[in-house]
């Protein structure tokens, strides 16, 4: 199987024409669109015994251009920013304020109490905690100012909301992701700076000299769309009405071309079901492997697919995601009972020489978290190396060219070896 998906593997294959041929795909996108029917094909082409498609209606927001300088004493300084994803624009106006500096909750919440964030933009500067070995916790802490800092500032009066971007990586890229409003509050711009401009503005507040940005965007949140999850399935032989999902999402943000996120879920999902066909294999139980929608801003697809097997009265025995990047897998997380777990865990040797080694992470996924909601099913969530993810991800460094085609066949590896043992043994 390790030599199968090494040597034939052709996830890597996958990866180039999702990327390069389909782009990055937001959801409601022209793109997301090529990228649904690119999925049908390449599931068709792996093996599937049926391919089909599940309708969602997804958000459809759209970006347009934006641009932010400011005047530091007498110079003056142009930035190169990113919407986060949902937000609101200007309004076709341009935004003219001074700027506050924060960097923690607590901080917001003197300033604002005292009224010193009215009428201003508010930069919220906190930085990502290099400390953390598994930098998935640090961006956990980060991403939360990112949801609902522009909720918070907004309270206190503020006319826009910038933030260093939750990133790794010292350079000119912004990173965007999701944000949310409250509705009872004013919807203010939610706008990204890359890790150098967030630098060079904190530099200039720190100067004490009046400073005054002005800010413009364009984007906005549009009536919801209609899409698609692909779902692709091999028939298990002893016991088809147990099923086991694989999956990753393929929508993306809308800078870079989704390559780590989630191209890399969605082409290692699929080499399963051709490794199963290459190696003339039939599973006992059903695979299928999902390319959920939607994903990024609002997880659409993952709710409809949980939905509908409910609906369907399916029996969902587990279901595994791999939306943590394309790099060289270190384990896979466990989201089930104890005793699902020790079941699981006595595969951990045969896992091993392949580098995958932790068990122990409580991880599932975005999209199959609304199975186990639904209908209590064990998730399981491939966990690669986490040390560069946060330099591409959500920014235009997510490219085809970042993935590296060994650790992404690991990944696909460690998957299609979960669904063997799954399919054989039962869980
Ligand atoms: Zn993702």
Redesign the pocket.
Known sequence: MADQILEQGTCYDNLRVLCKEVGHRLSGSPQAEKAVQWGVKALKAAGADTVWLQEVKVPHWVRGPISASFTSGAEQFTLQPLALGNSEGTNGQTIEAGVVEVSTWDEIKQLGAQGLLKDKIVFINHRFNQKNINTFFSYGDCAGYRVRGAIDVSRYGAKAMLLRSVSTKNDEHAHTGMMMYNDSLAKIPAIALSLKDADLLSQRLKLRMPLKMKLKADCKMLPDAVSYNVVGEIRGSEKPEEILTVGG?LDSWDVGEGAH??GA?CVQSIEVLHTFKAMNLQPKRTIRAVLFMN??NGARGGRKYAELAKTNNEKHLAAMES?AGGFSPRGVGLEMSEAQKTSVRKWRHLLLPYGVYDFELEEGG?DISFLRKEMNTPLLGLLPDSQRYFDVHHSANDVFEAVNERELKLGALTMTAMMYLLSEHGL
């Open positions: 999402h996120d989630d879920g994903e990024e939306d975005v």
